[in-house]
């Protein structure tokens, strides 16, 4: 019998869900969730992920911000790209800032948070203005910005050798096969290459049933683009206070990488290292990557609460969206539930 997932990996109910379209036309599935007038934080997933991943987090800062986290293109309820040229790490940057210019009014910022290729979305993006002006702050947990392959340690490490590492990892994270069912085995493979050994078995249910869900294909193309990534260039042009999350016990992004970021960055905050976690932080020790995303957010938080203009009088910032709007075309936002 499979495990039942636990409570706070089901998410609440979203305030809103819109289709932002990015600058190729790709429609991105954007959700958001808690008050509207908090303070702003985007959320951005991983390989294989979805909005879905992020569940125990949302969970546990709902009630203080308003929480806007979207599936990456190909992933969740955002449509795949048509072929390998809707790819690669400028589409990501491609959408993250259409997501902030479609949900971060004129006059505001938010704190935007990415796990994984969630926090390569967000190196990718660090050279642009649009970003740059409105993000707060970032948090960058479990990630890298380059040599994924060569770093990784799912291989037993008497696997020596960068050339005979890549060599034996590309058949496997570039498949184009299916996953398979979530069985005892899948279960036990996912968890040991993804995962802490002390991860309870509810919680590599839930991880198994969003990594389950990513299409092949998507899963495939992804891989490739992961597999040359090298966004260390636009890491450097991020300058927007920024802390980092990394995992003693991560496979797929060890902590050299975290500890490479931290030294790049340009205003770093902090890196903070969970002990026995793995690469899915969020899912396994959800309470700690909460609350770091809290203390940045306390330490930026006047520009967290710059133009924010109580809802009933918000006619002011409503017109200068509107203004931001027209001056960039491509982010188009359809509502499609409001509640």
Wanted: aromatic fraction near 4%; include cysteine.
């Amino acid at each position: 019998m499979s495990p039942r997932i636990p409570a706070d990996c089901v998410l609440p109910d979203p305030a809103a869900v819109h289709t932002v379209r990015s600058a190729d036309g790709a429609e991105l599935n954007v959700e958001e969730y808690g008050p509207e007038g908090a303070p702003l934080l985007v959320l951005a997933h991983g390989w294989t992920c979805a909005t879905t991943f992020w569940a125990p987090v949302i969970n546990r800062l709902v009630s203080d911000f308003r929480v806007i986290a979207y599936d990456q293109r190909g992933h969740g309820r955002s449509p795949a790209p048509a072929g390998a040229a809707g790819y690669g790490t400028g589409k990501l940057a491609d959408d993250l800032e259409a997501v902030l210019t479609a949900t971060v009014p004129a006059g505001r910022r938010a704190v935007v948070a990415g796990h994984s290729m969630g926090g390569m979305t967000i190196m990718a993006a660090g050279g642009r203005p649009e970003v740059a002006a409105r993000t707060a702050a970032n948090v960058l947990v479990n990630t890298g910005a380059g040599e994924l392959v060569d770093e990784q340690t799912v291989l037993p490490l008497f696997v020596r050798g960068r050339a005979l590492r890549r060599l034996l990892s590309r058949p496997v994270l570039q498949s184009r096969l299916s996953l398979g069912p979530i069985n005892g085995i899948s279960r036990a493979v996912l968890k040991y290459a993804t995962m802490g050994p002390a991860t309870p078995p509810d919680r590599v249910e839930a991880c198994a049933q969003v990594v389950h869900a990513c299409p092949p294909k998507v899963r495939h193309h992804w891989s490739i683009v992961l597999d040359v990534l090298d966004v260390h260039a636009e890491l450097a042009r991020i300058t927007a206070p920024t802390a980092v999350i990394t995992s003693s016990n991560d496979k797929l992004t060890p902590p050299v990488h975290s500890r490479r970021i931290a030294a790049a960055l340009a205003d770093p905050r902090g890196l903070l290292e969970l002990d026995g976690a793995g690469h899915m932080s969020p899912l396994e020790r959800p309470a700690e990557v909460a609350d770091e995303i809290r203390r940045v957010a306390a330490l930026v938080a006047d520009e967290l609460l710059a133009g924010v203009v109580a809802f009933a009088g918000a006619e002011s910032t409503t017109d200068a969206a509107g203004a931001a709007a027209s001056d960039h075309p491509s982010p188009t936002v359809t509502v499609e539930k409001t509640a």
